[in-house]
Structures are given as C-alpha cells and as structure tokens.
C-alpha cells in the first residue's frame, strides 16, 4: 500500500518496504532508471549518514563497474535532485540531497521513510508489551507490518540492494512473528492461525513460527493438529538439516502433552471503561500479504478496479476459481491489502476450508464475524445471524474476504445485504451460482512470472548462475505458485544444491510429487483435498482419462476410456473442469495441468484395479484402429492394409472426405502414440493392438519424428513377444520396426528388420503383409545400391499382389521395380514400367498413389523432361500435407532443374527441399537436398556456398551408407584442388 502514516506526514515521502516510490505533496514522483533509483535506495537506507562515491560505486555495480561509473553516478544523483527539488533555482545549492566530502547524504526527516516509522512502531510495540499493554503492542505491530507492501526494494538491482533486500525481509518476517505473539496475548488465537499456517509454509524452518502455530492451536481445542505440527517439524528438521527441535519448540511439545495450564490464555487486564458502550474497533483480519508476490499485473489491476468501484445498487461480488495451489488465496489477500484503504470500516476473513472434509458451517462464520463486530450475544439461528449481520454492515464500507469457499450455498448467508461492501471469494470450482458475481479464472503462471517467484525465494544470483536449469524447475512444476514456492524453499534451505540438482530430482515425473513437498506443504496433500471432493464415478473418471499420456482427450476417446456413451462421458468430464481438476480449453476436448495427471496416475497405481484400466486402454484401441483403417480407405481407396492381430468390435469414427481424414490424423497425432505407448506396458492382448494401431498409422503416415517415440516403443513389445513365441506378432513388430526406421533413414536396421520380419511369415501363404514386407525390403536394398539382391524381393511382392492384391499394388510395386531397372542400366525398360504405373495410378483415382508413382518416373527421367512430372508430384503431396514426400519432390525435382540448366529456379527449389528435412530431421533428404543446391550455386559462380553444400551431402551419405556418396565425392574433387579428406567415423 501507499506510505500514509499519518495526516501530518512529511511533504516529501519515500517508500522501501515494496517497490521503491516517493511522493511530493501526495503526487507520485517519477524516480528515473533501475539504477537511478538504486543510488536514491542507497542514500534512503544510510539515513542521512554520508555514502562515499566508491561505495556507492560498488553497490549500484559490484567488482564489475563500467568506464564511466563516477560520471554516471554524477548523472543520477543531478537527476535526483531535480526530481525530489523540483523547485530549486538552477544553481542554487541542493538543500536535501547534498555533496559531503566524497560523497553525497539526503539530509530528510526520519519519518519520510516508511522503513523508519516501520522501526519506530515495532521499537513502541516492544516497549508497549514489555509494560505489560498487549492491546497497544498488537496494535502498533498491526499498523507496522501495513507498511509493507510486497516486496522490499522490488527492482532495484546491484549487490546492495541483494543484500538489503535480504534483510528487510527477514526483518519483516520477525515482525509478523512478533504480531503472532502480540494476537496470542489478546486471545485472538483463532484469528492467526490461518496466518501462522501461511507463514509456516513460506518459512517451514523458522521453529518460533511453528512454537505459536502450536499453541494457537492447542488454545482452539485442537491439540491432535498442535501435536501434528511437533512431529512433521521434528521430521523436516532432520531429514533437512540433521538437527532435533530447539529448546523452545521442545518445550511447547511437552507442555501441551502435559496440559500444562499456564498455557491457557491469560485473564484480561483489569480495564476502565465509560458509562456508555464501547466503540469496537474496526476488524483488520487481513492475513500477510506474502513479500515475494509475483506476476498477475493485468489481473491484480482488473479485481483491484472492481472492488474499488463498489458503488451502486447491489453488493460487488468477485470470485476466484482454480486448481489448488494456483495461489487464488496469495492473489486474494495481496488485492485485498491493495485496496484495503477504500474500505475503513474494516476487513473481515474466514477460510471456510471448502477443499478440506469439514467444510466452515455459515452458522459458526457468522457468529464469529458478529463477534468481530462487537455482537456481546449472538442469536442462534443461520437466518436471525445473518440478518443482524446484513443490518451491522448496512451504512458500513467493508471487505469480506471469503477464502477457499466448498460452494455458492456456503457464501451466500455470507454476503451483506446493501451496496459500499465487496465481497472476494475463492474456491476450487466456479461460483456461478451467485447473481451478479464477476467471475476470474486463476490459472497458472507465465514462464516469467514463475522464474520470478522462483528467484526472489531461491536469490538472483543462484538462478542468474544457471538459468536453463532454473526454466527446467518451473516447468517440471507446471508453473503452478504452490509448487514453485516448494521446489525454491527446497533449494533455498540447501546451500549445496545446485539448480540442476533440483531440476534433475524433479525431472523424474514417478517421483516429481515426492519431491514437491516441505514439512507439512506438499502439492500432493493439496491436490488430495479436491481429489476427495469428486463423487465415485468422478474420482473413476479423473482416473482412467490420465491412463493415456496424451496432452489432450478429445470427447470420442474419453467415453472409450469410461466405458460409457459420449452423453455421459461429456457429464463427468465437465464436472471435473467444474472442479478445476481437468480443463477445457475448447468444446469436446479435456486436459490435465501436468502435476494433476501426475496425481491421477498415482491413484490409478495406489488403487490397483488393474484388469479395468486395461480394459479401458482396450476400448480406446477398439475405436483408434477402426478409425486409422477409415482413414486410410478415405486417403488411398481400394489400398489393402496389413492383416491385424487383433479382432475389433467398434466400426470407428466416421471420416467422409479425405480433408476430415487428413485433419483426424493430424489433430490425434499425439493420442494415437499415448495409447501405443499405454498399451506397451500392458500384456500381450494390448502389445497386439499397439502394433496393429502402428502398422496401419505408417501405412499411411510414415512421419519420421514419430522416431523418438515409436522405436524404443517397439523393441520394448519386440522382447516381449519373441519371449511368448508369438511369430505372428513377432512378423507385424519387425514390419513396423522396418518402416519407421525407414523413415528415420536408419536403412540398415530396416534391412535388417524387414528380414526378420519375412522369418516369420509363410512365402507360400501371400497376405498383404506378405507383399508390403518384400516391397519395402526390395527398396531398401535398391536404395542400398543392391539392385540385384532387390529385384527377387520385389517380384515375390509382385507374385503376392496377384492373389491377395489391388490394382493399386500392382502400380506401386512396378514402379518400385522402375526403380530396380534403372539402376541396373535397363534405361528404357525402367522408363516404360514407371509410365505404366503413373497409367494405373491415374486410372485408380487414388491421389497418393499418383503422387508417388510420378516421383518414381521424374527419378527414373533424371533429365529435364522429368520436371513436369516433379512439379506434379510435389504439388500432390503438398496437397495431400506430406512433408515429408514434398521435400524429396523438391529435391528430386532441383536435379531435374540443373539438368536443364534452370540454375536459379534449381538453387530455390533445393533451398525450400532443405528447410523441410532439416524441420523434419530427415537425414537423407538433407542430402539430396544439399547435393543438389551445391550443385547450383556452383553453376551460379557461389563455389565456396555450393563446395559447403557437397561436403555436407556427402557426410550424409557416408553416414547412411547410401550410394550417392561416391558421385558427390567425385564432384568435390573436380572443384578442390586439395584432395576431399575422409568423412569422420
């Protein structure tokens, strides 16, 4: 809040203890630059005391200050000065921020400064409890700790402004566990203890903190928790530090365990009072505003605007909702405390502990606000004590802040009756059942907020020292406050971490929650509350929906996971985005905050019912694969697919145009490899249907960055099924081994693989798998530049397409065999049998097909009548979004432009070619690429361009073991004049 102790304040004041401000008969001055206000920083903390030109040198820069230091600091404190003089006659000596021998002094009043008056009323407290008036110490550290108004020099930078800011937080800190002490002596021991647990979270080490948190406790009949502190603090303080409790933690243990009665609130002090009633005082029981409060500026404005403009006709009414541990009540309180002002009759605050099993019964709320407002004796019914309640606050401007709220039917005996109050709520799901409320969602933190929080707890300098580490932690915290609040007190309490050893113990997610809590704080514990909340078929359904670790679940999936209608799977998921336990960020699509899912898959593994989770993987694969197959009759007609392992019993979504098939594929990519890899974990019934799910998706689809995901997916289902002696699913794991690490350009292990995969499978039994295996092993091998060994592959591909086949097979396989012709020097045999299968293709109207047969025909060309045929076939897989194909086109179809001599188009072509591999990481489309753009910007007089291009080339074809190694090499060696030295290993 704004620096106003008092209506006499001094014309001129300064405010430390937040952002650093000043204010010159209450207007705010403009302090200039970071550094500028550092120097003002410097000078206000010295209290009039001379700071030499060197020291402050070294605290605005460190070891580590520019050229110009000296005149810089000149520069800042002339601007100062015009700024905090406004009117001083120009050359006119400064009256306030002088020069003193080297070095400069702000000669001001000591309470212009918010930190002196600070230290004076908590001097006044000590001495005001030490006479033995505890009224007037609560009441001076109260009106001390409202001068805070986040954090201590917010911004300022420089070694300095580190170290104080250190301590003026610790001082801080102090001071709130003096103001707990003070409550403890009036008897508002029920008042702080949600203070005290705020307090003990943010500072789990501090034992004084959680002495008065036991005894607050045990003052309100709950000595079971009190004793509950004892034993998790003993815990932290040895698993921690290695050390028993103190003295005076110890102490309050055995008292409590003895009963000691001198631990019972002390009898009131004897008081004078008027013939006439006392004036209560208006209630404060705002807790802390945290000092390290960061981010939300644009939604810290927004409900700031809203409460301060609580005028009119009707009660304002704000509700903040989200997941637990978003930090909606840290929100509340610091708006509340920024707005404190506009409301002098008071602030009430209750948690009405709606996450928790015991929910805050309204009946004992409004007793205890009553209380608050000097009610001697309330009456015993909800309606008589909220009437009486509405009438108390019916000429009154107050602030009711109603934290972590079950429902609307808690709050709404809580709402006062006329306008000039506001009420601000939250609560874990959406007050909507309020008239007239605003609602706020409170989602997580940016990546910069987070970053922030995580630095002002952990320091600047420990993040600054290792940055991509300290982006590492927030993320594995999901940016949620609660757990970056955690993670950094962690580290905070261990000078020997680094920030990669935390952000290495958080990256393992199976114990990412363990490691997410401190003493009696854990992430875990909070997402609990809500988790317990949800009813059995919810609780069931936040379950089974993180069985697949997909970023989202689109409605389809989520009733083949329940094992219920859409209807009713549309129900349960959108009561738990009412519960802030799943999110919907568009309709039909549902998603977890990462820590959620985290909970979810721990439940799923603590309740052990795992046939029904399998069950549940089995229904997503029931309606996956049927889709795939829709799709792939949509994208290709009348293309067989390989036979399945697996009998299904759902005919799948409904695809109707090749578009909504394309866009299927696409939207559910990152599904369709969740379930793959749930089922991989499961038994063989699923293994077979992760790989039939597979063999159908790269049918169609044979995106080489799946690689990452699908090959360790697959040699993992691979050891398995070789361990059960399943040659069936044995034959389909290598066929689809083979092709992904085709894809990848692993061209070796996918020899290997199509091998084994013919091992297990019956050359006199043609089946489509059959054929699509030798096809594949015959291409390869051609590619390998075995032209010989391909040509049997393909024509058993051939033989087994005449019984089990299509007419589309037929053109595939005799433009593969184009291929094989070609490079075995049958020229004119190669060009008439790629023609022949661009004919059929045509003819079958199946668009991919076309596609790959006419690129089959531009390679065979390899002269300039091939460009037609390139530029035909990229246009088709540009429309069918094939990416990959695309870049092959356009390097294929560079060549073709350099052969006729189109240099420039050529050099273009091989350019966008090459963007596409290196986005795909497609090493051998890299290499045309570059082989052919070296090629043209040599002819285009670039040669050390053009030499870079060949040498990349031909360190990828070495790599790969493909033949166009040696003709690449060839050409360096016609344009270098030093011999090409060999590529590394």
């Not at 550290?141 to 300022?156: C, E, K, N």
């Not at 114990?511 to 854990?522: I, K, P, S, V």
């Not at 749930?678 to 249907?689: E, F, I, M, V």
């Amino acid at each position: 809040m704004e620096f106003r102790e008092t209506p006499q304040a001094p014309a001129l004041r300064f405010q430390v203890l937040g952002p650093v401000q000043a204010w010159l008969d209450g207007k705010p001055l403009s302090l200039g630059s970071p550094q500028q206000q550092a120097v003002l920083t410097a000078l206000l903390l010295h209290s009039g005391r001379p700071v030499t030109t060197q020291d402050l040198v070294d605290a605005l820069w460190g070891d580590r200050p520019p050229t110009q230091a000296v005149a810089a600091l000149r520069t800042y404190v002339s601007r100062l000065r015009s700024v905090i003089e406004p009117r001083r006659e120009v050359r006119r000596p400064a009256e306030l921020l002088v020069s003193v021998a080297d070095g400069y002094a702000l000669r001001i009043p000591g309470e212009s400064v918010d930190l002196a008056v600070f230290e004076r009323l908590s001097a006044e407290a000590a001495a005001a409890r030490t006479s033995g008036d505890k009224q007037e110490a609560h009441r001076l550290l109260v009106r001390a700790l409202d001068l805070f108004s986040g954090r201590p020099l917010t911004g300022i930078p420089g070694p300095y402004a580190d170290a104080q800011r250190l301590r003026l937080a610790e001082r801080q800190v102090a001071a709130a566990e003096e103001l707990c002490a003070a409550a403890l002596d009036v008897g508002l021991h029920a008042e702080i203890v949600g203070e005290l647990n705020s307090l003990t979270a943010e500072h789990p080490l501090r034992e004084r903190l959680r002495e008065l948190l036991m005894l607050a406790l045990y003052r309100c009949g709950r000595q079971a928790e009190a004793l509950g502190v004892y034993t998790d603090t003993r815990k932290l303080l040895i698993e921690e530090l290695g050390v028993e409790p103190g003295a005076g933690l110890s102490g309050m243990h055995t008292r409590i365990l003895a009963a000691d009665p001198k631990l019972a609130l002390p009898a009131a002090a004897p008081t004078v009072r008027d013939d006439g009633p006392a004036t209560p005082p208006a209630p404060a029981q705002l807790p802390a505003d945290v000092s390290d409060f960061s981010g939300r500026t644009e939604l810290v404005g927004d409900l700031s605007t809203v409460l301060m403009n609580a005028t009119g006709q009707a009660v304002v009414v704000t509700s903040l909702a989200g997941i637990g541990g978003v930090g909606k009540t840290t929100l509340a309180v610091h708006v509340a405390h920024r707005v404190r002002a506009e409301f002098p009759d008071g602030q009430l605050y209750v948690d009405l502990r709606g996450a928790g099993a015991s929910p805050a019964d309204p009946v004992v709320v409004l007793g205890d606000f009553l209380h608050a407002l000097g009610v001697a004796e309330n009456p015993d019914s909800l309606e008589q004590r909220a009437a009486l309640y509405r009438s108390l606050l019916a000429n009154r401007r107050m602030l009711i802040l109603l934290d972590n709220a079950r429902d609307a039917d808690q709050i709404r005996p809580l709402i006062p009756g006329v306008s000039g109050c506001a009420v601000l709520a939250t609560s874990r799901s959406r007050l909507a059942g309020i008239p007239g409320a605003q609602l706020f969602d409170v989602e997580e933190l940016t990546p910069a907020e987070a970053l922030a929080l995580f630095s002002a707890i952990v320091g600047e300098q420990r993040v600054a020292a290792e940055p991509e580490a300290a982006m590492k932690v927030v993320a594995a915290c999901g940016f949620l406050p609660l757990a970056v609040r955690i993670a950094a007190a962690r580290l905070a309490s261990r000078p020997r971490w680094s920030v990669s050893d935390l952000a290495t113990r958080l990256a393992d997610q199976r114990r990412r929650l363990d490691e997410l809590q401190l003493g009696n704080l854990a992430v875990e514990t909070t997402i609990g509350l809500g988790y317990g909340q949800l009813s059995v078929d919810e609780a069931r359904a936040f379950r089974f929906l993180a069985l697949i670790d997909s970023p989202d679940i689109p409605l389809a999936a989520a009733a083949a996971l329940l094992g219920v209608d859409e209807y009713t799977a549309e129900d349960l998921a959108e009561a738990l985005v009412e519960a802030n336990m799943l999110e919907c960020f568009t309709p039909g699509r549902y998603r977890y905050h990462d820590l959620l899912r985290l909970y979810a898959q721990r439940q799923n593994e603590r309740i052990g019912d795992t046939a029904e989770q399998e069950l549940a993987v089995l229904r997503l694969l029931d309606l996956l694969i049927p889709t795939i197959r829709n799709a792939a009759h949509v994208i290709e007609p009348d293309d067989p697919l390989p036979e399945l392992l697996t009998t299904f019993t759902s005919t799948g979504l409904h695809l109707p145009t090749n578009q909504a098939a394309q866009d299927w594929l696409r939207t559910e990519g990152a599904l369709l490899l969740s379930a793959v890899e749930a089922a991989a974990s499961g038994p063989g019934t699923l293994q077979r249907a992760a790989v039939d799910l597979l063999n159908y998706l790269f049918s169609i689809d044979p995106d080489p960055t799946r690689g990452p995901r699908t090959l360790p997916v697959l040699e993992a289902i691979g050891e398995d099924t070789r361990r059960r002696g399943d040659s069936a699913g044995i034959a389909r794991v290598y066929f689809a081994l083979g092709t992904q690490q085709s894809a990848t350009s692993d061209f070796q292990g996918s020899e290997q693989s199509f091998r084994r995969s013919l091992e297990h499978q019956r050359p006199d039994e043609p089946t489509v798998l059959l054929l699509a295996t030798a096809n594949m092993l015959g291409v390869i091998l051609n590619m390998n530049n075995r032209p010989a060994e391909a040509l049997p592959f393909l024509e058993q591909a051939h033989a087994s397409n005449r019984v089990v086949g299509t007419s589309i097979g037929e053109a595939r396989i005799v433009s593969n065999m184009a291929r094989v012709q070609h490079r075995l020097g049958m020229t004119e045999t190669a060009i008439r049998s790629a023609s022949d299968g661009v004919a059929a293709a045509r003819a079958s109207e199946n668009g991919p097909l076309l596609a790959q047969t006419l690129y089959q025909l531009g390679v065979v060309l390899s002269t300039a009548e091939a460009v037609p045929h390139l530029r035909e076939a990229h246009r088709l897989y540009q429309a069918q979004r094939n990416p990959l194909w695309e870049g092959y086109a356009l390097a294929r179809l560079a060549s073709a432009l350099f052969a006729a001599e189109q240099h420039a188009e050529a050099a273009e072509v091989a350019g966008e070619s090459l963007a596409i591999a290196r986005e795909m990481d497609f090493a051998y489309c890299q290499g045309l690429a570059n082989a052919a753009l070296g090629e043209a910007l040599l002819a285009l007089a670039q040669p050390a361009r053009g030499l870079a291009c060949l040498q990349e080339a031909h360190a990828i074809f070495t790599r790969l073991g493909v033949p166009e190694a040696s003709p690449v090499a060839d050409l360096i060696s016609r344009q270098h004049t030093e011999p090409f030295p060999p590529p590394a290993p």
